[in-house]
């Protein structure tokens, strides 16, 4: 079964830096995605960033380019979300999701496209 779990949110000052982690588990496949999205209070569910688990390829919402990066560490089946220079509309719940197997580039940001979900991790930005 896999699992996927996410930590490391909490509260922060508007321009600062937060990391957030995302530990997978379960998976018997290596072809897969892994990405970021994040509800903010009376919003949509809304993209975040992604990637491949096995071969390069990243993908990012337009509002975060330049100030966030995912990465991951293979070994350790983690994906980290290094967020800089935040802002308070970043405040939201955000949550870590897999998906299944391997999709084309551009079902990335969509939310349907990926099968597991954790329980997400809230980020508060304060001005």
């Known amino acids: 079964q896999v699992q996927v779990a996410e930590s490391g949110g909490g509260w922060v000052q508007a321009g600062g830096p937060l990391r957030l982690s995302c530990a997978t588990s379960g998976r018997t496949n290596r072809d897969y995605s892994m990405g970021w999205f994040r509800q903010a209070p009376g919003k949509e569910r809304e993209f975040v960033a992604a990637l491949r688990w096995n071969e390069a390829g990243t993908y990012y919402a337009d509002s975060v380019k330049g100030r966030f990066t995912i990465s991951k560490d293979t070994a350790k089946k983690v994906v980290y979300l290094q967020m800089n220079n935040l802002k308070p509309e970043d405040t939201a719940v955000y949550y870590c999701?897999?998906?299944?197997?391997?999709?084309?580039?551009?079902?990335?940001?969509?939310?349907?496209?990926?099968?597991?979900w954790g329980q997400g991790t809230l980020v508060t930005v304060s001005s």
């Open positions: 999701a897999g998906t299944m197997w391997r999709i084309l580039p551009s079902r990335h940001y969509a939310a349907d496209a990926y099968a597991y």
